[in-house]
């Protein structure tokens, strides 16, 4: 079926630790995946975005890895900073027919940056 | 502000009555999808429409929903005789008009309670 889950539900880091949220997949057909970012009371942010013809994509601060021999997406946020403690969600595009899209979430991981 | 705007922000309505919830896209994008937030969860996909299409709505309750993006004006969500189940909040996302996996911005989206 489709399904996109997370390992850890919460994540403390210290201010200015790197900090990795993971991913798993089950659709082995999907072939693009998107990393947001939602605060309290605020609709998802996008982050970053990952092709299945790519296993790294770096931004700023961010990067996020795709090994697809065990449909694993992670996201690693460096020099974590305050302004990083949200909700961060993976989500898999999954394309039905006729052209029809759609996004599968996560539940969600909380990461909490302490001072 | 060239976002994903939604309106309400927050809708308040009494068991039976009518929810009618608004979604203009980000300017340039005519693909709108709906998607449905409970408490600590992610989000699940409702609805994808284009101009006057619905394309594919395999996430919509079969009943009391539905949703529409006409020719001029914003997409609308409307639920009639809420329950308290459907207590949630609803964001909109759109992308641009690509068959191509386009990536989805979102709204801040209507947060929807039933008394």
């Known amino acids: 079926g489709e399904s996109v889950g997370l390992h850890l539900p919460t994540l403390s880091v210290q201010e200015g630790d790197n900090s990795i949220i993971n991913c798993a997949y089950s659709?082995?057909?999907?072939?693009?995946f998107i990393w947001y970012k939602q605060e309290s009371g605020k609709g998802p942010q996008f982050i970053i975005d990952?092709?299945?013809?790519?296993d790294k994509r770096q931004g700023q601060r961010v990067t996020v890895l795709l090994n697809k021999t065990v449909k694993h997406l992670s996201l690693q946020i460096a020099a974590t900073q305050p302004g990083d403690s949200a909700v961060y969600f993976c989500a898999e595009n999954i394309r039905g027919s006729q052209g029809a899209q759609k996004l599968v979430f996560g539940q969600g991981t909380r990461l909490t940056i302490n001072p | 502000n060239a976002g994903v705007m939604q309106n309400p922000r927050h809708l308040v309505r009494r068991r039976g009555q009518e929810a009618r919830l608004r979604c203009s896209p980000m300017k340039g994008h005519s693909h709108v999808y709906w998607y449905r937030q409970l408490p600590e969860e992610g989000l699940k996909f409702m609805v994808y429409?284009?101009?006057?299409?619905?394309?594919?709505e395999s996430g919509m309750p079969k009943e009391r929903f539905s949703a529409e993006f006409p020719k001029e004006g914003p997409s609308i969500l409307r639920i009639q005789q809420v329950v308290r189940g459907d207590s949630a909040a609803y964001f909109c996302?759109?992308?641009?008009?690509?068959?191509?996996?386009?990536?989805?911005?979102f709204g801040p989206g209507t947060r929807l309670l039933v008394l």
């Open positions: 990952i092709r299945s013809n790519m």
């Open positions: 429409l284009q101009k006057e299409n619905i394309i594919d």
């Open positions: 659709n082995s057909a999907s072939d693009y």
């Open positions: 996302a759109s992308s641009l008009p690509s068959w191509y996996q386009e990536t989805q911005y």
